[in-house]
């Protein structure tokens, strides 16, 4: 990924938590070593990560304590934490819309809005089906693609296209 400042970057999480919390997220920059950590205080188990350059802020998805964690990219540091449903598995950050879509297994999609550009909340929480967590944001189109396997009472599975809202 291509940083704030343009210099190339790569965002690795570590999911296990007993590694999470000692080491946390680091930066591992073009220059081929590890540069930065960044140690998660307030949530556990990351899994997805989302990105926004522009606004130099990495976004953690956590399993352990459901949140979504903001680290501003400068400092490391946390800049805050919004709760979520359990068993997030896949983050997109949507920069038009400076808007969150968090897919998570317990059922639900959250949609987390900023707030006058600098604090997230959950916005939406849409009912998808248990184990529904991988997905995909196409940000040109502004749909998301979220696969919904065998719900109890149905016949197969299906594929839930969602649409962006301005």
Same mark, same amino acid.
């Given at each position: 990924? %291509?940083?704030?400042?343009?210099?190339?970057?790569?965002?690795?999480?570590?999911?296990?938590?007993?590694?999470?919390?000692?080491?946390?997220?680091?930066v591992y920059q073009a220059r081929q070593?590890?540069?930065?950590?960044?140690?998660?205080?307030?949530?556990?188990?990351?899994?997805?990560?989302?990105?926004?350059?522009?606004?130099?802020?990495?976004?953690?998805?956590?399993?352990?304590?459901?949140? %979504?964690?903001?680290?501003?990219?400068?400092?490391?540091?946390?800049?805050?934490? %919004?709760?979520?449903?359990?068993?997030?598995?896949?983050?997109?950050?949507?920069?038009?819309?400076?808007?969150?879509?968090?897919?998570?297994?317990?059922?639900?999609?959250?949609?987390?809005?900023?707030?006058? +550009?600098?604090?997230?909340?959950?916005?939406?929480?849409?009912?998808? +089906?248990?184990?529904?967590?991988?997905?995909?944001?196409?940000?040109?189109?502004?749909?998301?693609?979220?696969?919904?396997?065998?719900?109890? +009472?149905?016949?197969?599975?299906?594929?839930?296209?969602?649409?962006?809202?301005?």
């Open positions: 990924m %291509v940083g704030g400042d343009g210099e190339l970057r790569h965002f690795a999480g570590l999911g296990h938590e007993a590694i999470a919390s000692a080491l946390g997220l680091t070593k590890w540069t930065n950590k960044f140690p998660l205080t307030l949530a556990a188990a990351n899994y997805p990560l989302a990105l926004d350059a522009k606004g130099g802020r990495l976004f953690v998805g956590c399993r352990k304590k459901p949140t %979504v964690v903001v680290l501003d990219l400068q400092t490391g540091k946390e800049v805050e934490a %919004v709760e979520i449903p359990g068993d997030i598995d896949d983050l997109f950050y949507d920069a038009k819309r400076d808007r969150l879509y968090a897919s998570c297994g317990a059922g639900v999609l959250a949609v987390l809005q900023s707030k006058e +550009g600098q604090h997230y909340e959950v916005a939406e929480r849409v009912p998808t +089906g248990k184990l529904a967590r991988t997905c995909l944001f196409d940000a040109g189109s502004g749909r998301l693609y979220l696969p919904v396997p065998t719900q109890d +009472g149905k016949e197969g599975p299906e594929l839930r296209v969602f649409q962006a809202r301005p």
